[in-house]
């Protein structure tokens, strides 16, 4: 994305704020503690430009002087920067869980609310991969945003929903909701960071419940005179959330820092599920059903 714009055009495009390092002011480069022109824009400069943020270091242009004495530019023209702000698309989805369902509806509104392309999906609560939603979330560029009808499309239970506010807020993608109580735009860098942070909470709070439900089962288990070994490390609700981040290509590594348990457990826990499913047994660790 980087490479869409020129040089010049990307200058513009971080010159039209302050720099938050050295205090230059909009419509002028960067300057180093010596008080002249930097090599490259700071990056604190543009780390909110979606187009930029994750590309590599943007150089200052030849031509605004790299080395020399630092000197204040022109204001900015800010009509021309917003026009090379990319605004972004509205990627919609939209699910059923029964293919007696009907879609046509959820599709009319997202058609109506100018998504340029809508990923379907009909598919049951048992199923543990949604293949369209993955390629939705894979067709998010910077700035877009991932619309659906009502909040319950996004994910059949409170696991899904956590998974995907997660998987939206680390990439700074924007959620829509076109209807419900919680209808409106919601940006994980913005106002709607608060809708973003609520999702967070409630996932510490699962793992919070599933901690004390491990808790309770182990002292009624020792009132009945059933003393086991230690209670395994990875819980039937922590396989839950682990199985669906992992069919959405995150790496087992990412899984286990966000679950809180070792990298060695989780990949031994994740290989013993995929064999019990391939030779059609039960797994030592059951997933609870939607």
């Not at 699910?95 to 046509?104: E, F, M, N, T, Y």
């Not at 993955?134 to 996004?154: F, G, I």
């Not at 956590?162 to 909701?177: S, V």
Request: aromatic share 4%.
């Amino acid at each position: 994305m980087n490479g869409d714009l020129d040089e010049i055009a990307r200058a513009e495009l971080v010159e039209r704020e302050p720099c938050p390092r050295c205090g230059a002011p909009p419509g002028s480069v960067c300057r180093t503690n010596s008080g002249v022109v930097a090599v490259d824009y700071h990056t604190g400069r543009y780390s909110k430009i979606p187009m930029l943020k994750s590309g590599p270091a943007i150089r200052i242009p030849a031509a605004r002087g790299p080395g020399r004495a630092w000197e204040p530019g022109p204001e900015p023209d800010l009509a021309v920067g917003a026009a090379l702000a990319r605004a972004g698309d509205r990627i919609g989805y939209a699910r059923v869980s029964s293919k007696g369902q009907d879609l046509a509806g959820q599709v009319r509104l997202l058609k109506k609310a100018n998504c340029v392309r809508i990923y379907v999906e009909k598919i049951g609560t048992r199923e543990k991969i949604r293949p369209e939603y993955n390629e939705a979330l894979a067709d998010l560029r910077p700035a877009d945003t991932l619309t659906v009808t009502m909040l319950d499309r996004l994910g059949r239970n409170m696991v899904e929903l956590i998974t995907c506010a997660q998987d939206l807020a680390e990439r700074d993608h924007r959620l829509e909701i076109l209807g419900g109580p919680l209808a409106g735009i919601y940006d994980p860098q913005g106002a709607g960071k608060v809708v973003f942070a609520v999702f967070a909470a409630m996932a510490e709070v699962e793992r919070e419940f599933i901690h004390e439900r491990t808790l309770i089962g182990l002292d009624t288990a020792a009132a009945n005179g059933n003393h086991g070994g230690r209670p395994p490390a990875v819980d039937g609700d922590m396989l839950a959330v682990a199985l669906r981040r992992r069919d959405a290509n995150e790496p087992v590594t990412s899984i286990a820092r966000r679950l809180g348990v070792g990298r060695s457990t989780l990949y031994r826990t994740l290989a013993a599920y995929d064999e019990a499913i391939a030779t059609g047994r039960e797994p030592d660790v059951p997933v609870p059903t939607p």
